[in-house]
């Protein structure tokens, strides 16, 4: 992504391999497969969030990113809990809306009464 993108420009051809790496995805067909719908609809959902914005490339590819973890995560939980390995960790609710992580990322970039 370059330093400013538009929305248009949210997925890039990066995006996949990264989002696959930030949620430790395995490298079968399936999961591949998920994971690219995942970084589909994140970057959809962000898009249309950000609107006609100018937001710089990092902060979206950020807001994508979480966004995208939120969504591939849903897939392993259980009545919206999520938990994970180990006994240290308690489990976690996954919040309803999948956008929740990225409006602090992208709010001071979203003009007052937009979004």
Known sequence: MSDETSSADVLDEGLVEALTE??????TEESVDF?????GEASTLVANYVGSA??????LHRAVLEVG???FHRRSSRNGVVGFEGGDILPVRIAR????SAYPILR???PIGIA
């Open 97 to 100: 809306d999948p956008m929740l």
């Open 69 to 71: 973890a939120d969504l």
């Open 22 to 27: 930030y949620v430790n995805a395995d490298e």
């Open 108 to 110: 001071q970039f979203i």
């Open 35 to 39: 994971v690219t719908a995942c970084a």
């Open 54 to 59: 100018t937001v710089p490339g990092s902060i």
